[in-house]
């Protein structure tokens, strides 16, 4: 059973940046495409970012520019890089892995929270 752990969440002043980690479990990671969602108060889950096994990334027009998703198969995580962050970035981020359109894991989340 594959399980997934965010860490790196907090809080940080608008315009700075945070780094987010998701470590998984199991054997699967790397032939997994790997994502990352984001759930604000009172909002629906939305895709922030996703890079496939082979390293192909698809972005949300939010995080363009300001967001950077990467893998690192040998150690089983991947990563989100946010810069510029501002308060509207203030929500619950969560990890996704998909093998199969049948098959996929949610970690439980790590808060991110944009405030001066």
């Known amino acids: 059973q594959v399980q997934l752990v965010e860490s790196g969440g907090g809080l940080v002043q608008p315009g700075g940046s945070l780094r987010l980690s998701c470590a998984a479990s199991?054997?699967?990671?790397?032939?997994?495409?790997m994502g990352w969602y984001r759930q604000a108060p009172g909002k629906q889950r939305e895709l922030v970012a996703t890079?496939?096994?082979?390293?192909?990334?698809n972005y949300a027009d939010s995080a363009k520019g300001r967001f950077t998703i990467s893998r690192d198969n040998a150690k089983n995580t991947m990563y989100l890089q946010m810069n510029s962050l501002k308060p509207e970035d203030t929500a619950v981020y969560y990890c996704?892995?998909?093998?199969?359109?049948?098959?996929?894991?949610w970690g439980k989340g790590t808060l991110v929270t944009v405030s001066s």
């Open positions: 199991g054997s699967v990671f790397s032939i997994s495409t």
């Open positions: 890079i496939s096994s082979g390293g192909s990334t």
């Open positions: 996704n892995l998909k093998t199969s359109p049948f098959y996929t894991v």
